[in-house]
């Protein structure tokens, strides 16, 4: 079964069955596909005997939320496997656990962690999550630093570089958060009732030039080894415990771009929480807490960002006194730049958040949109000013508001 091809259901329990020890021959397998990404096929296959189950993610050779006329390598399961692998040994717990995988047929079997829910949707339904923003903030610290100069041998770390170079996801990014939003393209997608924001973010120089910064770093800062796509989607969650999947983005690039994506979908989820929430009340209340995550990412991450830096680090000259603040203040500002723009793209580009799109009120859904935008404009039009985190959450609070330009 090695030569590529998009699995049946029957291959993909057929594969599991005999490559797996989990299942035997007595196994009677059930398999269902359930898919709900942009990209790829995900099979669920479960013993109805035992219970045990795992899920087959298999990549497709082109992005399916298009079609064929969309092709992407499949080198990115290669990817994602090596990561998923690789956040696992440096955090442990935190991702589903590889069992097998199969580089020609561009699949990875993995644990099933269907006793979680994706936050996205938990969120939605209106679940609270107090443990998040630290298992997070830790996660992203983890990850992010020991893939980095800060603490790897800086020979291996370029080895690194070369591994997981991802050209096409990372053209999808390129085109997708730092260029379509901003110019005409048959791929932007939203609502004619909102085309006064798609005009204006057309025609905002202030705002295409703090894009095109943000635009650069992205293509050339290789500082760790990202996520790539760390959104609320991509986080499998429960109150007590934190698990985060589908890495395919993934390459070396500018931290910010991970811990922005965290802040940007947690505020996507804020803006929209009038159209989950009834009574004037319920819904402070809830924003309030969303905001409180916001800052606690942060907060979370840099502690022990810093914490790890002052055990661990191994560049000499990373030790000299005021470079950790200086480091650090520029992964605030980075973070802002992003979660701007990673707002904005889910509002008026080709993919966007189900948070917002899926509420039925056409009034609270455009209001929704509309805060995105100002919170996102705020966020990368300032993220250059930045020095706190209380900046940035004023950013947010002045542009939910409708304050901008007048602090
Ligand atoms: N390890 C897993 N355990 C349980 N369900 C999973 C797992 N990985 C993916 N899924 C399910 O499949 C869906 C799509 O997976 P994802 O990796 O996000 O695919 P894509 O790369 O196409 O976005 C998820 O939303 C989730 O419902
Ligand atoms: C053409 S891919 C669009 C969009 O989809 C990816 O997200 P996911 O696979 O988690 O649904 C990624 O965010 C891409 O930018």
């Known amino acids: 079964m090695s030569s590529y091809h998009p699995l049946t259901l029957d291959e993909a329990m057929q594969l599991s069955r005999t490559v797996l020890d989990l299942f035997d021959a007595n196994s009677e397998l059930t398999c269902q596909e359930i898919g709900d990404g942009n990209l790829n096929l995900v099979f669920h296959i479960t013993d109805?005997?035992?219970r045990n189950s795992v899920i087959v993610k298999q990549?497709?050779?082109?992005?399916?939320?298009?079609?064929e006329s969309w092709p992407l390598?499949?080198?990115?399961?290669?990817?994602?496997?090596?990561?998923?692998?690789?956040?696992?040994r440096i955090c442990p717990g935190s991702v589903p656990q590889v069992y097998y995988y199969d580089d020609e047929l561009a699949l990875t079997i993995m644990e099933d962690l269907s006793d979680h829910v994706i936050m996205r949707k938990g969120l939605i339904e209106g679940n609270h999550y107090p443990l998040f923003s630290k298992h997070i903030g830790e996660f992203m610290a983890r990850t992010l630093f020991y893939t980095s100069d800060l603490a790897m041998d800086q020979s291996l770390k370029k080895e690194k570089v070369k591994k997981f170079v991802n050209p096409d996801q990372c053209k999808i990014t390129e085109d997708l958060i730092f260029e379509e939003p901003y110019r005409f393209s048959e791929r932007n997608n939203y609502s004619p009732s909102i085309e006064d924001e798609a005009e204006a973010l057309r025609t905002d120089h202030e705002l295409h030039l703090e894009i095109a910064i943000l635009r650069e770093k992205f293509l050339t800062q290789a500082q760790a080894l990202l996520h790539g796509d760390l959104h609320t989607g991509s986080i499998f969650i429960t109150p007590e415990s934190t698990k985060v999947i589908d890495p395919e983005f993934a390459y070396y690039g500018p931290i910010g771009f991970d811990i922005g994506a965290i802040l940007a979908n947690l505020l996507?989820?804020?803006?929209?929480?009038?159209?989950?929430?009834r009574g004037e009340a319920a819904v402070s209340?809830?924003?309030?807490?969303?905001?409180?995550?916001?800052?606690n990412v942060w907060t979370e991450f840099e502690r022990s960002f810093c914490e790890l830096w002052d055990?661990?680090?191994?560049?000499?000259?990373a030790r000299t006194k005021g470079y950790q603040e200086f480091y650090v203040a520029k992964l605030l500002?980075?973070?802002?730049?992003?979660?701007?723009?990673?707002?904005?793209?889910?509002?008026?580009?080709?993919?966007?958040?189900?948070?917002?799109?899926?509420?039925?009120?056409?009034?609270?859904?455009?209001q929704a949109?509309?805060?995105?935008?100002?919170?996102?404009?705020n966020l990368v039009k300032n993220h250059r000013k930045i020095t706190s985190i209380t900046d940035f959450m004023n950013l947010v609070i002045d542009a939910s508001k409708g304050k901008v330009g007048q602090r």
């Open 48 to 50: 109805t005997n035992s």
């Open 333 to 366: 500002q980075d973070s802002a730049g992003y979660a701007g723009s990673k707002m904005i793209r889910r509002i008026v580009g080709l993919a966007h958040v189900a948070d917002i799109d899926t509420i039925n009120d056409e009034t609270i859904r455009e």
């Open 311 to 317: 055990q661990d680090v191994q560049d000499y000259m």
């Open 369 to 377: 949109e509309r805060k995105a935008l100002s919170i996102g404009k």
């Open 59 to 67: 990549a497709l050779p082109y992005a399916k939320i298009v079609g």
């Open 268 to 277: 996507l989820h804020y803006v929209s929480v009038p159209g989950w929430v």
């Open 73 to 88: 390598s499949l080198d990115r399961a290669r990817i994602e496997r090596e990561i998923l692998q690789e956040e696992y």
């Open 285 to 295: 209340a809830r924003e309030e807490e969303l905001l409180l995550m916001v800052q």
